[in-house]
């Protein structure tokens, strides 16, 4: 399987904080585990030429991991609406964290997407909520992670087709922390942690959840449907 | 409550066959069971300022009902994109036939809305499937139209929040012809029947699903929620 | 509308903190409120004859509301059988917190049903997460319970139909709290909340959503399929 | 990946023309293809003692395979409790065509699980309504079946947690065909064809489906829930 770790990769450069937590930014430490999860994986930044997202790149990658944060307005429109066709064309998107509010994401669900937040160090714990989803596997009841940012609910997103984890967090809020859509001939997977201040994509149970979604949301060579004018496949009795 | 029919209103007029069956538009037809039901219930076509979709109007409107078909790409962005946002505010959204493929419902949707089609007086038969729904109030077991086009999977939308129709064709397509969505705080309800060229928008069973369908559409005072950056509602521990 | 309130009614007549809680039993407190509500409201509990639920009542409920926790299975097998049975012809049935164990849900989940549990007079906050649905009418962002027994998640259920509420507890835990599901015509609503030692069901907004659940769940003249051996209802070619 | 098939085994020793399509019996045939798509696969039947389903048998048993349909009250309460039970605790189900009206299916969806029927040697068309799906792998847009019988809406299931499968039958009617469900930690898949007189079991895209479908609903190592009264996460603030 292919995968391309798309990356904003601003914040790692201007503020030192992040750069001490992720050194080469945020993609290669993904990129890292993808690969020993055995997955041939590139990486792709937003300074690149077309942001690293070209025609050829897209087709070639069959799960695309998308971190973006400060500059979502800097995405050409005219690469995201080819990712989003990329998407419906059967590739697997793996949407983290603050990419909730990514063009490519926004313009897929047809929400708004938006959200309650706080940065404040607190304690997330995610529960696991489909006990039968892939993507939980080897898991235990709940992830804990010690400080996060907090994601507050109401998530103004569709109806997931699958909720598979909701977070507590310490402030008092829930949120739809793991969730699953259908677009076309692809899979979404929305994954809420992994503020850049915290060593989040360090942590093993992480790791499993973004190795086990990759996984899950690549495509298995399903139908390709035909639209438009089409010759009755019955003998018609008028 | 106050309803808007939104419809095109250009086949009405350019062609003789669609003039026969709706001689006012069929605006006029779907306007007029809906003030049989007891709605306040005004009309807005493409050719008038803004559409007839002004901030005011769509203020003013609880439910929106949308007829589409020869020109979609003539509906501004501007208003496609005022109608979206004032659906995630909460008005209903009743989306009819070929307004499958209108702007309003593919941004809302973020898929492709293709299908099959195929124009050829053949029979379809809606079958009832979720017969607890209140869309389906006061109908039989499934509703039968002597000629239609036909409509045929694969229907590129996302997964319905709930499928309430499927239609059989005589030529061999079935389609999901009756799902809702819910999208921010606003439902949407799609109906598959309607072609310009049938009196299908005179059939009493139709008549009766649309009337359910815009009762249900209506937002209930539901409540509306506050984003972006907010305090702990606990005592952090830190 | 015809409603009907039924209550185990033992630990009110056996625990004086109960008692003093709910002095005529929970299945009067919340007769009173959807009487208030406008419905024709009526109460059974466990010992009276056939536990107050024959055939004759349940004929005249629109829509049953249910209350039990420590005697679920004195209730005999006929009776909840007859009460499944009335669900899936049509009747609304509203499960409240600890019904969750009843026969007459697990029957109608067919999973086991089960949670974790504490009562340590804790916090609980339930956030709406559907703010299309017409349960959550009236309501705010969320509701706050100063003390209430803890629900947590995994709560063995299928999945919902509609996920409307999600509970943060002081302790740590997450629960699907506001749920809604469809088996046969029956409409069918659990709400978490409710321990018999807090005076939940005297808060008003408590009261709203078991008002709003309660009229929710009434069925409204849809569709009585029939079923078995059926005549083609077009020519076949052979 | 151990599977087995478990089987009536009746029409096959009491029809000629069953025999003739099956003669080893539906169970042999399904259980050929399932071991060359690699799969350690055994048989059970209803004459065995405990009809060949012994909590051994099913501990080591990652999917249970199920058709049935003239004797469905003939397996024992026990017997069909176990195997709910063993899906509730992770094993994986694929419920074939008359299987709709097995006390195991029956018992985990929590309906009547009624449909239309006739036996008339019609055609059925199956349309790949969810292409995303990994049970839809190596297909085309839709699986056509020359003779079958025909099952038809409204069929008394709970809304699938996924819809993949919809069918047109040469009379006149539709049915959601292929479906999924999840109950506990299992995964279920009903799939509708499979009338004993047609060779169905025979057609490769059917066995591509099961196959498929067997593949889908193996357990992966998901997290098991502990329930019951449960001590704080948390420090409580009384």
Chains 1, 2, 3, 4 share one sequence.
């Not at 937590?21 to 030429?49: C, M, Q, R, S, W």
Request: negative net charge.
């Amino acid at each position: 399987m292919k995968v391309t770790v798309w990356n904003e990769f601003r914040h790692e450069k201007e503020d030192a904080a992040v750069a001490a937590v992720y050194p080469n930014g945020i993609h290669e430490t993904i990129a890292a585990f993808l690969k020993e999860a055995g997955h041939e994986t590139k990486t792709a930044v937003l300074d690149e030429p077309e942001h690293g997202l070209t025609e050829e790149v897209l087709a070639e990658t069959d799960v695309l991991v998308w971190w973006g944060h400060k500059v979502h307005e800097e995405v050409s429109e005219e690469v995201a609406e080819r990712v989003k066709q990329r998407v419906l064309d059967g590739m697997g998107l793996v949407v983290l964290h603050s990419a909730h509010f990514s063009k490519v994401f926004k313009k897929l669900m047809g929400t708004g997407c938006d959200l309650k937040w706080r940065e404040a160090d607190e304690k997330e714990r995610l529960w696991v909520v489909d006990p039968t989803h892939p993507i939980t596997e080897g898991l235990g009841e709940y992830i804990e992670l010690e400080k996060e940012e907090m994601y507050g609910e109401h998530f103004d997103i569709p109806t997931p087709d699958e909720l598979i984890f909701i977070s507590w967090f310490e402030g008092g809020e829930v949120f739809r922390s793991g969730a699953t859509f259908k677009r076309g001939r692809g899979k979404i997977f929305y994954f809420r942690p992994g503020h850049e201040t915290y060593p989040t994509y360090h942590n093993e149970e992480i790791q499993k959840v973004i190795q086990n979604g990759v996984k899950w949301a690549a495509n298995t060579n399903t139908p390709k449907h035909v639209y438009g004018n089409r010759q009755p496949l019955e003998k018609l009795s008028k």
